[in-house]
């Protein structure tokens, strides 16, 4: 792709997304559907204008920097780290919820189907890691993602990617090559990120904030910050974790810093975020589905249908173990139902791997294509629900309150 072609590609998908975004707001729906729409539209499935979407794209390349921000965005503006750490318990329920019952679901299927026991267990990892891009951008687009579900399903979602695609990595080293000791390597470069980022938190954010402080360079708090965004975001997914890892963790660290969280800072990044990146994120999801690859047999119906109801009952149920209000079940249900976009890339190397068979590729792509264009409408309706019932409750309240006191 030429940069010419490449100007014409980001101007075609901001002002496309923009009139569908439009288009979908009026009907009720969240308008960032119409940034997903129009990257189906300029996709391989109508215009092809977007005909190849692999990492080496340049445009994909500038559309993942939209996902860096939004996860950025969602640490850095709406969650509080301290918030998000209170909930460790619950967080940690619901998370394993989502990776335990769709991986046994999966695992059931392919055993089902005959596949090989390398396969099966592909099928139940792939289920488990879940499209946290979709459910973040629809509760903010909601302004319900610094709530105490928000803050849960956020929590969650990082403890299914984790594990999942820890797992996922880890499979093909039985199976390819590698063994117990690439095994303990993989785990020990994901515990050695973790550790890197407790150390930026305790010893470094501090004397960089105070750095950065005396610079006389124009909008160093805003360069140091993106710069720091960038190298924890390529470490995260270095070690095979999910880039949005370090995008939301240094999100949360950043924020902790009383200087750095400026109001200054917060709109200049909200405004190139929101302005340019985020919504050619949405758009290169949108161009992932290739819809001429969807066809449907007993396996992609059977896998597709258990499959989202497994993580949707993962959702419904992981709540309920988590101690959460009943009314928010369904929110947790629908809010663990899209599967990752980077998923399709997971499979599809399996597939060159020889660990998995296209049929399974296909299969994932209807779940993916699906879920991602159900999810946002799906869960709007239930935070409203939600919400609606506590007002409800409170106004019931409210009255008993005033009748108690009139009795008296």
Do not use: C
Request: glycine share 12%; hydrophobic share 50%; aromatic share 10%.
């Amino acid at each position: 792709m030429s940069s010419l072609e490449l100007f014409l590609v980001i101007g075609a998908s901001l002002l496309l997304s923009l009139v569908l975004s439009e288009v979908f707001e009026r009907l009720g729906e969240p308008g960032f559907l119409g940034e997903i729409v129009a990257g189906i539209l300029l996709g391989p499935s109508v215009l092809m204008l977007i005909s190849n979407t692999n990492q080496n794209n340049p445009f994909i390349l500038i559309a993942t920097i939209g996902g860096l921000l939004l996860f950025f965005d969602a640490g850095y503006q709406q969650i509080s780290l301290k918030q998000l750490l209170a909930a460790f318990r619950p967080v940690l329920i619901i998370g394993l919820s989502g990776v335990i019952i769709p991986f046994v679901v999966g695992y059931a299927i392919g055993t089902g189907y005959g596949f090989r026991l390398e396969s099966s267990l592909y099928l139940g990892l792939i289920l488990s890691v879940t499209s946290v891009s979709i459910v973040v951008r629809t509760l903010l687009s909601l302004d319900k993602l610094d709530t105490q579900y928000g803050r849960w399903i956020l929590g969650a979602s990082a403890v299914d990617d984790v594990i999942g695609l820890l797992g996922i990595s880890i499979l093909p080293l039985f199976f390819v090559g590698g063994g117990a000791s690439a095994t303990v390597s993989a785990l020990g470069l994901a515990a050695l990120f973790f550790v890197g980022l407790g150390i930026f938190y305790k010893f470094l954010l501090d004397p960089i904030a105070n750095l950065l402080a005396k610079s006389e360079v124009d909008q160093a708090d805003f360069i140091g910050i993106l710069g720091l965004l960038f190298v924890f975001g390529y470490a995260s997914d270095a070690v095979n974790l999910s880039y949005f890892i370090g995008a939301l963790s240094v999100g949360l660290i950043v924020s902790t810093n009383k200087r750095l969280e400026g109001k200054s800072l917060q709109s200049n990044i909200y405004g190139i975020a929101y302005g340019v990146f985020i919504p050619l994120y949405f758009v290169a999801i949108g161009a992932r589905m290739n819809l001429a690859d969807l066809t449907l047999n007993s396996f992609v119906v059977v896998f597709a249908v258990l499959g989202l109801l497994s993580n949707f009952i993962a959702g419904y149920v992981g709540n309920l173990l988590a101690g959460g209000p009943r009314e928010h079940s369904l929110i947790f249900g629908f809010a663990l139902l899209p599967r990752s976009e980077s998923g399709i890339a997971i499979v599809a190397l399996g597939v060159s791997q020889g660990i998995v068979g296209n049929r399974i590729f296909v299969a994932y792509l209807v779940v993916f294509v699906i879920s991602v264009l159900l999810t946002p409408s799906l869960l709007k309706r239930a935070v409203n629900r939600a919400e609606a019932k506590k007002e409800t409750q409170s106004g019931n309240s409210g009255q008993s309150a005033q009748s108690n006191q009139s009795d008296g």
